[in-house]
């Protein structure tokens, strides 16, 4: 069973969040929070599994409160789900920086919803890929732009060239499965070097694996 905690100020959009996870045999819903500092008291009184995260909250926002739980190792299985318009947030990058598995648009439709719960939970892959591969992307190089930052590349030097390959695959969005058809190996095999790749790149995710493979420029973004 998916333990869910649902952090949003909007009372309504929570009750309907509550409504469709509670709707599927393999969740249930075990706390709500109106802020990023009540979300933090729900997620260590009742235990979560996924949060699904608003970045703009009063008080404590959604930003903060994953720094939180990503800077707390009794906090490390919890996977945060942040909960975005895609057109007006700036924080995309810095959110998945901070400790969030991924990123989903209040719009997004029941049954995606539910999918975006599955995979946070299951640390499988990143939510939205070839949505989420653009937008950070595109933050990735703005915030390049902005702050006149070269890209380092001297984190990649602990990598071996295999691990370089699964890194690209992952910044590419696809599956352990999917990599491994195209790498030629076993699920097993990529998920071993996955593994290696949190550790040596001090990675809480995959999310972060994403963003390292662009901050690095193993990954280029991609312009029009």
Do not use: C, W
Not at 2 to 20: G, H, P
Not at 201 to 220: C, H, I, K, P, W
Request: glycine share 10%.
């Amino acid at each position: 069973m998916i333990r869910v905690v649902l952090a949003d100020d909007q009372a309504l959009l929570r009750s309907a969040f509550r409504v469709l996870v509670d709707s599927d045999p393999g969740m249930t819903v075990t706390g709500e929070a109106s802020d990023g500092a009540e979300a933090l008291a729900v997620i260590r009184e009742s235990g979560a599994d996924v949060v699904l995260m608003d970045i703009r909250m009063p008080g404590v926002d959604g930003l903060a409160a994953t720094r939180e739980i990503g800077a707390d190792p009794g906090l490390a299985d919890v996977k945060v789900v942040m909960l975005t318009t895609f057109e007006s947030d700036d924080y995309v990058v810095e959110a998945v920086r901070a400790g969030a598995s991924g990123f989903l648009g209040k719009g997004a439709e029941p049954a995606e919803l539910l999918a975006a719960i599955r995979l946070a939970a299951a640390g499988e892959a990143l939510l939205s890929p070839s949505a989420t591969r653009g937008l950070i992307a595109r933050f990735v190089a703005e915030a390049g732009e902005r702050e006149g930052v070269g890209l380092d590349d001297s984190v990649l030097r602990v990598l071996t060239a295999r691990e370089r390959q699964v890194l690209v695959e992952v910044a590419g969005g696809l599956s352990n499965d999917e990599i491994a058809g195209r790498l030629s190996v076993s699920p097993l095999t990529v998920k071993t070097h996955i593994n290696r790749l949190l550790t040596k790149l001090s990675a809480r995710d995959r999310a972060q694996l994403v963003v390292t493979a662009y901050e690095t420029g193993l990954v280029r973004p991609r312009t029009g």
